[in-house]
């Protein structure tokens, strides 16, 4: 294992110092707590997000803490869902009494946690609302989850509910949002490369010199079929063809677009991806309103990347477009 660690058991202390130290003017961490949240908190009058899962997917989900994103993210260990009472400190602290809406991947154990936490919240007399994000076409009924899995869409999901929040929305109306994204949007991935987890110390699964996995998750579960490698424009075509398959993009309707890469891949190749990804779309005469090329939501070193789709009205392109100020994430 090569990785640029000091002791396998301390990545996620070490990591969650190093990222407040890259931007105090947004985070600070909760003393004694693996939990990231924005430096002036409560927010008087408006309802707060909080999120989060297993570390080894940054800059997801502490990069998106901020201003009309996430008013805090909790980390688990690596691939590991955080614990109840970790999540609860966190809607603790960022509840201004207007509520707080959890943001959960649907993993079988973020989905347990998080709600553990928020019958813990409620005994304290918090208003908690929840909403599972389950964006990945690729299977159902995986290795961590029942049902579908929730994979970079959930960015999304934060971005958009985040700037109803930001705007004042209740807490039905913030959660309504983001049920909004959920059904709206679409994810799938691919990998070249497996990914170790540090203290397992040798890689998820295994791929020879001349395969590719095609839909894997983001914990490096298996996907629908391993196959020989294609070049840029055929996967492309192959996991758009299936997010297609799965939501009804009508001619002349506007989407948005996330390339997310999964920690490996250079930056020029998503470019490549995003360029066929446009062209597919535009021959379909489905306007593209706006594009994300990133890592967004990563899986520590794999090489790879996964595409999401979301359909958009006019409600979701306006919070789409809202101001935000994370460390990742800046629309101003």
Known sequence: MKKIINNPENVVDEMLQGIVKAYPEYL??????????????????????????????????????????????????VFTSPTPDQVFEAIKVVDSGEGVLLIIKNYSGDVMNFEMAKDMAEMEGIKVETVVVNDDVAVEDSTYTTGRRGIAGTVLVHKISGAAAEKGMDLENVKRVAEKVIANTRSMGMSLTPCTVPQAGKPSFELEEDEMEVGLGIHGEPGIYKRKIMNADEITGLLLEKILEDIEVKENEEVAVLVNGLGGTPIMELYIVNRE????????????????????????????????????????????????????????
């Open 28 to 77: 600070k961490r909760l003393e004694g707590f693996d939990v990231l949240v924005t430096k002036d908190l409560p927010v008087k009058g408006k309802v707060a997000l909080v999120s989060g899962g297993g570390s080894g997917h940054e800059p997801s989900h502490g990069g998106f803490v901020g201003e009309g994103m996430l008013d805090g993210a909790v980390a688990g260990e």
């Open 277 to 332: 990804v446009h062209e597919i779309l535009e021959e379909k005469n489905i306007k593209i309103y706006k594009t994300l090329v990133g890592n967004f939501m990563t899986s520590l070193e794999m090489a790879g990347f996964s595409l999401t789709v979301l359909k958009l009205d006019n409600e979701l392109k306006e919070l789409l477009d809202f101001k935000a100020n994370t460390p990742v994430l800046k629309i101003i």
